[in-house]
């Protein structure tokens, strides 16, 4: 468990250290075209949830309290080692890191801060930890599908064993 805290940490600063880059660098410029046309690094104040959904009211502390539900759910599973790979435990990781790292963020600011922007598929602009967190469900669903198997049942090992 330590060593997924520290993780977690980490994946934060990190997370944070890009944003506060993006907040004193990058907005006064607003955009920086790394790739014309394809990919921009572009300064946004995300005021909503992913892709600025909800953005219409002050949606901050939903999205806060939210988050602390599910890192403090995720440290359970974590603790309790729910997890039967490292591969499911890791996705939790990198969740938890992303829904801290955002709230942090809602919380500071008041938005979340978002530059990287695909403008070649119009994909919407993003930042750190919306990678860790979209990374994180994927790699959750990789687990769920094909590494957790299903503890058997006591009740169902005694009516298989009296047939």
């Known amino acids: 468990m330590p060593l997924y805290i520290a993780a977690i940490l980490v994946m934060i600063v990190v997370d944070q250290v890009v944003k506060h880059w993006a907040f004193t660098v990058l907005q006064p410029q607003h955009t920086i075209p790394l790739i014309e046309n394809v990919f921009h690094l ?26 602390a539900v599910i890192t403090l759910a995720i440290c359970y599973a974590l603790s309790k080692k729910l997890m039967q790979t490292a591969l499911g435990s890791w996705s939790l990781v ?15 600011r008041g ?16 930042n750190v930890a919306d990678i860790f967190i979209c990374v994180g469900g994927v790699l959750f669903v990789i687990y769920f599908m094909f590494q957790h198997k299903d503890k058997p049942n006591d009740k169902n090992e005694a009516v298989n064993d009296n047939e």
């Not at 104040?45 to 309290?65: P, Q, T």
């Open 42 to 67: 572009t300064y946004i104040e995300n005021r909503g949830a992913a892709f600025s959904m909800f953005a219409k009211f002050d949606s901050r502390w939903i999205f806060v309290a939210l988050a």
């Open 94 to 108: 990198l969740i938890a890191a992303g829904a801290v790292g955002n709230a942090v963020d809602r919380v500071a």
């Open 111 to 126: 938005f979340v801060v978002d530059m990287f922007d695909f403008r070649l598929i119009h994909f919407p602009v993003f």
